[in-house]
């Protein structure tokens, strides 16, 4: 195996400690930050009345959300909504590590974008099996033309670490491609 496969792109100064201590200081900054602020909503608003922050783009308006993202799982019976979303997190978490750590090798971004989502995801799983649902509060929208679904800070470490993790990959992908055409003088 050569320096350019999956996997082999680790950093040696950077030590296995270290990367686990940056993904549960990211995961865990991310959580507490979403809890607190979701804490806040509920003290300051009432469910579903809105407050305007920047007129015709942002408002906050406390939302409960016991479907899942975008209304999924709005569908399926309240017994098995809970099980099921806990299951699929679990599996989505355990399915993007794998194929991150073994496509990516460890490295410091990699290490930030598992704890963004990590975070993210732990702490909405944590409304959701304390409260069966999980409170949203900031809504966008553009005027009256485009509106958003409701979110928290939670969505956005998910959305961030994952864009970045993305990000990487498709850098990664590119680097490869690269040095392939150059190896192989095409």
């Known amino acids: 195996m050569n320096q350019t496969e999956p996997g082999m792109n680790q950093n040696p100064r950077t030590s296995p400690s270290l ?72 599996l989505a978490m355990f399915a993007i590590v794998t194929y991150s750590v073994k496509t990516l090798g460890w490295n410091m971004t990699t290490s930030v974008s598992l704890g963004l989502i990590l975070g993210g995801a732990v702490s909405n799983l944590v409304d959701r099996v304390a409260r069966g649902e999980v409170p949203d509060f900031l809504d966008i929208h553009i005027g009256n033309r485009a509106h958003w679904p409701t979110f928290n800070l939670a969505d956005i470490a998910i959305t961030v670490g994952s864009f970045i993790l993305v990000g990487t990959l498709l850098h990664t992908w590119f680097k490869r491609m690269k040095l392939d055409e150059t190896n192989t003088g095409t």
Request: charged content about 15%; glycine content about 6%.
């Open 19 to 90: 990367r686990t201590v940056v993904i549960l200081t990211v995961a865990a900054t991310a959580g507490v930050l979403d809890q607190v602020t979701k804490w806040i909503a509920a003290q300051v608003l009432l469910p579903d009345e809105s407050l305007e922050i920047i007129p015709g783009l942002l408002n906050l308006k406390l939302r409960a959300n016991p479907h899942g993202a975008f209304g999924l799982f709005a569908d399926l019976p309240e017994g098995l909504r809970l099980p099921i979303l806990l299951a699929l997190s679990v």
